[in-house]
Structure formats: C-alpha cells, structure tokens
C-alpha cells in the first residue's frame, strides 16, 4: 500500500462526504453545500490518496504564526492504524512551523488517541456550541 500526502489537492464534497461517513466523524455530510463551504474556508488541507481513494483528511484553519485549529482529522475505516493519522497531524504541524501552536476539539471515542501522537491535554478550554 502507498499513500500519497497532499496539500493542494482538495477533495470534492461527495468525497469528504463519504470519507467523513465511513469515519464515523460527525459533520454535516447531509448538507453538501455546508460540506463544500468547509472546504473552500479551510486554509490547510491534508490529504492522503490511496490512488484515487481519499483515505485521510486533516482540514485545519491557521494565521500560520500563532495557532492552527485542527478542526477535523478523519481516517477511512479500513485504513486506520496504519500511521494515515499520525502523518497528517505530523504534516500539519510541520507546514505551520515550530511558532504556531495545533489544537483541537476531540470527539469522546479519540480521547485515548490524541496523546499517542503527541498532545497534551488541557482543561483551560471554553466553547460557544453551535446553535445548527
């Protein structure tokens, strides 16, 4: 298996559809217009290709001096524990550089996962929850 790592290769909306849905990643894949605004607004984009199979995402926005928020990581179902995740974050981190800090909001069934790849957990953080 060889995967290919994009970043200027975005996916279509059907595409991260269905990589979001065989991820279990709880986005609004019912809305593909919604879907596809994720998209054109995200200004870092990871991808990973297995062919013509998206396979991996990481769609994060970023000032690209200060902070990035990861604010989606998804793996293809049959794909996971084969290091996808873990090169997307590592591919992340290194285009925003060493000043800029990589955080993210985590899903209850990835809690365990996010400090095998390097974070740490913090307890300072606040959220407005989304009213839709």
Same mark, same amino acid.
């Given at each position: 298996? =060889?995967?290919?790592? =994009?970043?200027?290769k975005k996916p279509t909306a059907v595409q991260l559809i269905e990589?979001? &849905? ?11 217009? #919604? ?5 054109d607004h995200a200004n870092l984009f990871v991808t990973a290709w297995d062919g013509d199979i998206?396979? +991996? ?18 793996? #293809? =179902? ?6 996808? +995740?873990?090169? !997307?974050? &590592? ?5 925003? +550089?060493?000043?800029?800090?990589? !955080?993210?909001?985590?899903? %209850? ?13 913090? %307890? ?5 929850? #989304? &009213?839709?």
């Open positions: 298996m =060889h995967i290919d790592y =994009h970043f200027t990589l979001y &849905e065989n991820a279990g990643l709880q986005r609004p894949t019912t809305d593909q217009a #919604r879907m596809q605004q994720m998209i998206l396979v +991996g995402a990481a769609r994060s926005i970023t000032d690209w001096a200060f902070a990035c928020y990861l604010s989606d990581l998804a793996v #293809r =179902h049959e794909y996971k524990k084969k290091g996808i +995740g873990k090169k !997307l974050i &590592e591919l992340t981190k290194d285009k925003v +550089g060493k000043q800029s800090m990589v !955080l993210l909001l985590s899903v %209850e069934s990835a809690l365990d996962y996010y400090p095998k790849v390097g974070f740490t957990k913090q %307890e300072s953080s606040f959220i407005i929850k #989304r &009213e839709e």
